[in-house]
């Protein structure tokens, strides 16, 4: 005769908690209302693009400033073709062969 030892079988462990445990809803879902829609009248409509289209027309009409970001490029002076290399550091090292 021979001694078993006590030995617990994971596997079938693993396989009950399985197949007793409670199941669970992963995506739950909570229920929402409706919203009611928004109501204006049409005179209020009517005044609000009334507005929006003398806001509109007075800002076409307005003179256009200039901002740091436009500049006159005719002021900008060339730069000469054999120098941008030397500031770019493109176009140093070409090789012709193919």
Not at 49 to 62: A, I, P
Request: hydrophobic share 25%.
């Amino acid at each position: 005769m021979g001694y078993i030892a006590p030995v617990n079988n994971y596997q079938y462990q693993q396989y009950a908690e399985r197949v007793t445990m409670k199941p669970y809803d992963p995506y739950n879902l909570t229920p929402v209302q409706r919203i009611a829609p928004y109501d204006r009248s049409k005179k209020e409509f009517q005044d609000h693009l009334e507005r929006e289209l003398e806001f509109r027309s007075d800002k076409k009409k307005m003179p256009k400033r200039k901002t740091e970001g436009d500049f006159d490029q005719s002021s900008i002076p060339s730069i000469s073709p054999h120098m941008i290399p030397k500031f770019t550091g493109k176009g140093r090292h070409v090789n012709e062969t193919i």
